[in-house]
């Protein structure tokens, strides 16, 4: 689409929740979610797991002995190896399948519409962008409204119980 690179997607299941969006739909999040940030070249992994992996990985990575809904680990390139010692690998996105459920229900969103925020949450982190401080807060949510807006999805930050921010 408008001749944007987008990056090459690998779902890999480490759960057998049936409530997972189909592979070719989870690519498709994650595309669009590059094509909105600019453009990228390279591999993306999407793994979809439960919570005890995702507790684990948020506790080890993250200092944190919870599930949680998404982690992104950015690839980065071993020391001492040239830069084209790879084919171009952005990293790996982790998503929850329970964890999504819940925050969706909790959130009186449609299932699909917080998974379409989940990768593209997920793909923006692997891709530089943050909430740290609350200009890039803003930036990042901005684009995140955006790029669900353009697939029909609502703005995932006003949930049927929030005002205006």
């Not at 992104?72 to 999504?100: K, N, R, W, Y």
Request: glycine share 6%; proline share 7%; charged share 25%.
């Amino acid at each position: 689409m408008n001749g944007i690179p987008t990056p090459t997607v690998d779902v890999q299941w480490a759960s057998d929740d049936p409530d997972v969006p189909d592979p070719s739909q989870l690519s498709a999040w994650v595309r669009h979610a590059a094509r909105a940030a600019g453009g990228v070249v390279g591999d993306v992994t999407l793994r979809i797991v439960d919570e005890e992996e995702i507790r684990a990985l948020n506790h080890d990575f993250r200092g944190k002995d919870s599930p949680t809904n998404v982690l992104s680990f950015p690839f980065e390139m071993p020391e001492g190896l040239p830069a084209d010692a790879v084919a171009p690998l952005l990293g790996d996105v982790v998503i929850c399948t329970q964890v999504v459920r819940r925050e969706a229900a909790e959130q009186g969103k449609t299932l699909e519409a917080h998974w379409a925020h989940m990768v593209t949450h997920g793909v923006l982190h692997l891709l530089g962008y943050d909430h740290i401080d609350d200009d890039d807060a803003q930036i990042m949510e901005t684009l995140e409204i955006r790029t669900l807006q353009e697939q029909g999805f609502a703005d995932p930050y006003q949930t049927p119980d929030s005002q205006e921010r």
